[in-house]
DNA sequence: ATGGCGCGTCAAACGCGA
């Protein structure tokens, strides 16, 4: 099986991550390392967030970031400091609320803004681009799947048709046959094994048999959950609640993913959350979730 | 635990998130 052996080729490069064989991840940049790093956070508004975001890609220096939740009109969006760090930016932002962008450190071609299949659809939600790299291009969405709660209003119904749309783009995508990363706050929890406290999420819309479903289904036309491909265990989670000291007593769940293509997943060297900015000072409540793909084969 | 916390909003309580 392909995700066995992603599985298997993870593990070898942990473990040569462990024994110092592997280049270091502050040595990787641009694609000159053939290694391409995409990420996906909802930062939760960017301009609550922006002096974060910048030291974070300082550090972390991806190739491209999805980010979710900028509550930003694209006008507001704080680009001017991201371009310094040289990054292109791409947005596509409401008043208030929602808002999806795409950073990525060289130049973004084909992009497309909202989910296709509704035009009343107003809220801004997904955004796609297309990066060139020497072997070959590599399509990039960043996603925000609704919450829907609660059950049983429109907003349930609204993430349950929001699901089919996207379930129904992604076979339009994978028909191009080429490396996609489909990364985003999909607002599902796809196992028990993705939240800490399973039984609390009981009659809520992340963790409610749609939604499920639906990510089934998404696996089921042959994209390979990233993180769960490098991390078969339990207890790997991106969002911890502001209350009740979820993130000091580790009470998380798993709803930041990135899903992969089979010409993207042929690629995967490794995928981790990066839990460092959920620990600091005014965070965001979700965290970076990343995955590097071999762009050098 | 019915909330707790935090962001954004024609600016003070409120909508929304998960």
């Known amino acids: 099986m392909i995700a066995d052996w992603h599985a298997f080729h993870c593990v ?4 040569a991550c462990r024994t110092g064989t592997f280049a270091p991840r502050g040595a990787i940049q641009g694609y000159t390392g053939q290694l391409m790093r995409i990420a996906t956070w909802n930062i939760n508004g960017v301009k609550a967030r922006i002096s974060q975001l910048e030291g974070w890609l300082a550090s972390a220096r991806p190739n491209i970031v999805c980010l979710q939740e900028i509550k930003s009109v694209d006008e507001g969006f704080p680009a001017a400091p991201l371009e ?3 990054y292109n930016v791409a947005t596509h932002g409401q008043k208030g609320f929602n808002g999806v962008a795409i950073l990525s450190r060289t130049p ?8 296709p299949g509704d035009p009343e659809d107003l809220q801004s939600r997904y955004i796609e681009a297309v990066v060139s790299t020497p072997r070959g291009a590599v399509r990039v969405a ?6 829907g709660n609660p059950l049983g209003t429109d907003k349930f119904a609204y993430k349950c048709r929001w699901m089919e749309r996207l379930e129904a783009h992604m076979r339009d995508l994978l ?5 996609l990363v489909l990364a985003g706050d999909y607002n599902i929890i796809p196992e028990p094994a993705d939240a800490k ?3 609390a ?8 048999l749609e939604s499920r479903a639906a990510w089934r289904r998404f696996l089921s036309l042959g994209l ?6 490098c991390h078969p265990g339990p207890g790997v989670y991106s969002f911890w609640d502001y209350q009740a000291g979820a993130w000091q007593k580790n009470n998380g769940i798993r709803i930041d993913h990135l899903l992969l293509s089979p010409q993207a997943a042929d690629r995967l060297v490794t995928a981790d959350v990066d839990k460092s900015p959920r620990g600091t000072e005014k965070p965001s409540d979700h965290t970076p979730v990343w995955v590097e793909l071999d762009m050098g084969a």
């Open 201 to 208: 999420w009981t009659g809520d819309a992340l963790f409610q």
């Open 12 to 15: 070898l490069e942990q473990d």
């Open 142 to 147: 960043s996603i925000y799947l609704p919450n």
């Open 197 to 199: 406290e399973p039984a």
């Open 175 to 179: 028909a191009l046959e080429e490396p």
């Open 84 to 86: 310094a760090l040289g």
């Open 108 to 115: 973004l071609e084909d992009i497309r803004r909202g989910l």
């Open 224 to 229: 390979t959950d990233a993180i769960r491909a």
